[in-house]
């Protein structure tokens, strides 16, 4: 390699990676987060190595016809991008966002490819490079449609197949109860994660042993089949050790079949990949290895190397990010909250039991605090307690996780244990003392033939008394991005009530009670 094959090379690599740098960051955060979606940190070296595996099979170089309207559309790609670095960061797990961020990155890439390159060549990358979008986290609605579904299917297939067996097994939403206890069928068990991540490996043996096109989507169906049979024969696995052995038993069992399981379907869709590679008999792309390092000028546009381009794509990535962080740290907000207040416990009560909330759980949850409790009241009213909070986060992967905490609440959470979601109140502002009034979500659900009567709410440091910022519509999104708000702490606090006969005695049993549950620190430095 001559200096000016080397000088390229290292021009095009820091080309890309001020591309993909803040994108694979940015990912990273939902990929840290969300277990279905940990693969995502093997896709951008898997398009790499798809990238090198083209690279001694390139076409003819060929000069672009439309030069100007390509130059364009990287401008239009550019500013796409720069919006989407914007509402990523006020909405870390918005999936628009991350779409619109990953796409932009994938079009500036094969139109840089194509003004250096040529037509064909910026077509004899799209694979590698457009492969990345499968680590981008699934729109959610399509996502939770997938999980419920795969979820109460599993779960019914193991209690039929628990049936046969001669295992006694009864089914409640996504809990399978046993003998020995209650199972859950939560998004580990449901087989997302081995279904996303089989496709993902099915269009990267796809593209590997270039495949045609028909045996391609044959690979794409085999992949999810074996995923969600494997997965089924681990949810047996486990139900029955659970229902012959205990549930501490079936927690040592847990990750060990989860391991199995993955292992399991890599190989078999491996070895379903070579059995088509050979009976389709498919040689690799015909024509010359060419053997040049890409010699990346303009065409046309001899003025511009792809140094300058280098150049100023570092430039615009700079701007990007000074400009982001300029926007949010102007516009945050520097006020201070009226109180900071948290949860407290009848500590005379003599039933009173705390920290009911399971370790998987806090897992899932990810808060910095929690209390909960439990205890039977005045009236023989049964009261159970939840105190969880998240503290104000100075980092996108800390903030992605408070983000995470605005997807909580009693309506999927209780229905995923079980509960049946009778109905959902109207919201209602309670006193605490002069200057704090919190604002309650209110839901009755049906748990063994009782009601249980459910009171949520959801603060934000910055905003004392006012409900936190759910940004659950794209507008609400918009306009938190608008507003510069990013890093702002936040209260879950959730009380559930057994015994009231009414949800209008609950309310009124409730709103009597919450001064005692709430203690008032001082406000915030």
């Not at 419920?148 to 599993?154: G, H, I, K, P, V």
């Not at 209602?428 to 659900?445: A, E, H, K, N, Q």
């Not at 748990?447 to 249980?452: P, Q, R, V, W, Y």
Request: aromatic share 12%; hydrophobic share 50%; proline share 5%.
């Amino acid at each position: 390699m001559n200096i000016m094959q080397s000088r390229a090379a290292l021009s095009w690599l820091v080309l890309l990676t001020a591309i993909w740098f803040p994108v694979i960051y940015l990912l990273g955060a939902q990929w840290s987060l969300f277990a279905q979606y940990q693969y995502g940190w093997a896709v951008p070296f898997l398009c790499l190595f798809l990238a090198g595996q083209n690279l001694p099979l390139l076409p003819q170089k060929v000069t672009p016809r439309w030069k100007k309207s390509a130059a364009i559309l990287l401008m239009s790609a550019g500013m796409v991008y720069w919006a989407m670095r914007i509402l990523q960061e006020a909405n870390p797990l918005w999936r628009l966002a991350s779409y619109g961020l990953a796409f932009a990155a994938v079009a500036m890439t094969l139109l840089v490819i194509y003004l250096s390159q040529g037509p064909k060549r910026a077509a004899h990358f799209i694979f590698p490079v457009a492969f990345f979008l499968v680590a981008v986290p699934w729109p959610s609605p399509i996502e939770q449609a997938i999980i419920q579904s795969f979820t109460r299917c599993n779960a019914s297939l193991v209690v039929a197949a628990m049936g046969l067996a001669g295992v006694p097994a009864l089914l409640h939403g996504n809990v399978i109860e046993v003998s020995t206890g209650l199972v859950g069928i939560d998004e580990a068990c449901s087989g997302i994660r081995s279904f996303q991540a089989t496709l993902m490996i099915a269009l990267f043996f796809g593209e590997f042993y270039k495949l045609p096109c028909g045996p391609r989507w044959g690979l794409l169906a085999a992949g999810p089949a074996l995923a969600l049979a494997f997965n089924l024969v681990r949810t047996m696995v486990l139900v029955f050790v659970a229902a012959r052995a205990g549930l501490p038993m079936m927690a040592r069992w847990h990750d060990p079949t989860g391991v199995i399981l993955l292992v399991g379907c890599f190989l078999c869709l491996w070895a379903v990949a070579m059995g088509l590679a050979r009976l389709t008999k498919r040689e690799a792309l015909s024509g010359p290895a060419t053997g040049q390092m890409l010699d990346l000028e303009f065409s046309g546009f001899q003025n511009w190397s792809i140094s300058t381009l280098t150049i100023w794509l570092i430039v615009w990535a700079a701007a990007v990010e000074i400009s982001t962080e300029g926007w949010f740290r102007s516009h945050e907000v520097h006020g201070r909250a009226e109180h900071v207040w948290t949860a407290q416990w009848p500590s005379g009560n003599a039933t009173l039991y705390t920290n009911i909330i399971p370790q998987n759980s806090l897992r899932i949850l990810q808060c910095d605090e929690n209390t909960s409790a439990r205890w039977i009241g005045k009236d023989n009213i049964f009261w159970q307690a939840f105190f969880l909070r998240w503290l104000p986060a100075n980092t996108f992967y800390g903030r992605a996780k408070e983000a995470l905490s605005k997807f909580h609440n009693p309506a999927d959470c209780l229905s995923a244990g079980g509960m049946e979601l009778r109905t959902q109140l109207a919201p209602v502002p309670i006193l605490v003392r002069p200057g704090l009034s919190l604002t309650f979500d209110r839901y009755v659900f049906t748990a063994g033939g009782n009601d249980l009567y459910v009171f949520f709410a959801q603060t934000e440091d910055m905003t004392g008394s006012v409900q936190a910022s759910t940004r659950m519509t794209h507008l609400a999104r918009w306009r938190a991005a608008l507003a510069g708000s990013r890093n702002y702490g936040q209260n879950n606090f959730e009380v559930a009530l057994t015994g009231p006969e009414t949800s209008a005695a609950a309310l009124s049993i409730f709103s009597e009670h919450l001064p005692e549950l709430i203690k008032c620190t001082s406000a915030l430095p």
